[in-house]
């Protein structure tokens, strides 16, 4: 079912070890030009197109692009009990760890009458876009929205397909949760015509959706599908993006202390997101590897989306790779660049504190990936397909801007004309250097 790679005994360079990795092929730049119409058409004619467009992707006309606020509100009353405690304590713990995230500012006195400071300021506006094709993810919800709302983003955006099944509404504890986090703006749009609305505004098209239906966001974040990152990347630069997200992945590293079944379990969960979702066991045991292709044997049979499923688990985006020891094992999850990587090794703790590059860390036999996904407090919106080599997940920082405040009086100025002239003469900018003469006249 899911293909083996023995690197046993192997010395590989970056470059090969790379390249002897299972990886999901997914062509962001073919998708653009597929999305640039879309994103023109959005552009171009506003809450019309997005009509339109729900109606050939989504196999629904929206009655209302934006969603009415008692519709929204109304959504909480008939969530179940059960999942309304599970958000209500997702929230809460999400809100506790992004609110230890915020920043702080900072000031330097350099020499008397001589500043910097570092103020970390909130964007205007974001859009949050949540996706709703195979799934529907009010986790992602509560992921953007309480980022930047302990950022201190004052404007929020949220936009998730319409349903068929739900009149053109987006899904309704979607809804709810929205409600929840007291965001009552929301819009009936999926995939690339979302980011579109959100990176260039949009006008109304009736009377419900008013003159403007949408402003333009200075941030998009969310995940979504390969048209979502081409449309993502096609406006970057109008807006900020977190990252053109590809299709989930998760590593689990793990030795003969690791429980076959705990592997098998997890590997199957990221593999039920997507045919594209890639899952990698990364272990020094074949006893462990012949355990776990067992296991996988029968979850895959009994699992509600065993076809959706087999099909991750046999593409070319997973394997089992065997190392020859744990050492080995760190260079290769180091390699991959997880957007989840699974310690299950003995000492499970001290082996994570060496791992280099991964979106999320999950450390021990009982912190599963599915409880980042919803519960841990940690957020779930993170880099994949090797971007976490030198990205991040979404979080405070992606929705804060530093900004430096100079403040210098006339004697600190002056202490440093001399050598602001030279430096400036040094790169033949001598206006540079006037531009301080200027203020301090007894140095010239």
């Not at 209500?88 to 920043?103: C, F, G, K, N, S």
């Not at 440093?416 to 040094?426: E, N, P, W, Y």
Request: contains cysteine.
């Amino acid at each position: 079912m899911i293909s083996c790679i023995d690197l046993r005994g192997r010395s590989l360079s970056r470059r090969e070890l790379l390249a002897a990795l299972p990886r999901a092929e997914v062509d962001v730049e073919a998708a653009t030009a597929s999305v640039a119409p879309i994103l023109a058409d959005v552009r171009a004619h506003g809450a019309s197109a997005l009509r339109e467009l729900a109606e050939r992707f989504d196999g629904v006309r929206p009655e209302h692009v934006r969603v009415p606020a008692d519709v929204i509100a109304a959504a909480v009353d008939v969530l179940d009990p059960e999942v309304r405690a599970a958000l209500d304590e997702t929230i809460r713990r999400v809100r506790t760890v992004h609110a230890a995230q915020r920043p702080q500012d900072f000031t330097v006195e350099l020499a008397p009458g001589a500043q910097v400071r570092q103020r970390w300021i909130p964007v205007r506006r974001v859009g949050l876009y949540v996706p709703g094709g195979l799934a529907v993810y009010p986790s992602s919800v509560i992921m953007n929205v309480v980022a930047a709302q302990e950022a201190g983003v004052t404007s929020l955006a949220v936009a998730s397909p319409p349903q068929k099944d739900r009149d053109g509404l987006p899904d309704p504890v979607v809804l709810a949760t929205c409600a929840l986090l007291g965001v009552d703006e929301v819009y009936a749009v999926g995939g690339a015509q979302a980011v579109a609305m959100f990176a260039y505004g949009a006008d109304g098209e009736t009377a419900d959706d008013g003159a403007v239906l949408c402003e333009p966001v200075d941030v998009v974040t969310g995940p979504g599908n390969v048209y979502v990152a081409a449309a993502k990347r096609l406006v970057r630069g109008v807006v900020g993006i977190d990252a053109e997200a590809g299709p989930t992945e998760i590593a689990i590293l793990a030795d003969f202390t690791a429980d076959a079944a705990h592997v098998a379990a997890d590997l199957v969960s990221q593999a039920e997101h997507d045919p594209l979702a890639a899952s990698v066991l990364v272990t020094d045991s074949p006893l462990l590897a012949d355990a776990v292709d067992s296991e996988l044997v029968a979850r895959v049979s009994d699992t509600k989306h065993s076809g959706r499923v087999r099909t991750a688990l046999s593409g070319p985006q997973s394997a089992v790779v065997l190392v020859d020891d744990v050492t080995q094992g760190l260079e290769v999850v180091n390699a991959y660049a997880a957007e989840h990587l699974e310690i299950q090794t003995a000492d499970a703790a001290a082996v994570a504190d060496r791992v280099t590059a991964a979106g999320a860390i999950f450390v021990g036999a009982y912190s599963p990936v599915s409880l980042g996904d919803y519960m841990a407090g940690s957020n779930h919106v993170l880099p994949t397909g090797g971007c976490a080599h030198y990205a991040s997940g979404l979080g405070v920082h992606s929705f804060v801007k530093a900004v430096q405040v100079i403040e210098y009086d006339r004697e600190a100025l002056d202490e440093l004309a001399d050598r602001i002239v030279a430096f400036a003469d040094a790169e033949d900018l001598p206006a540079h250097g006037e531009a301080v003469r200027a203020r301090t006249p007894t140095k010239a």
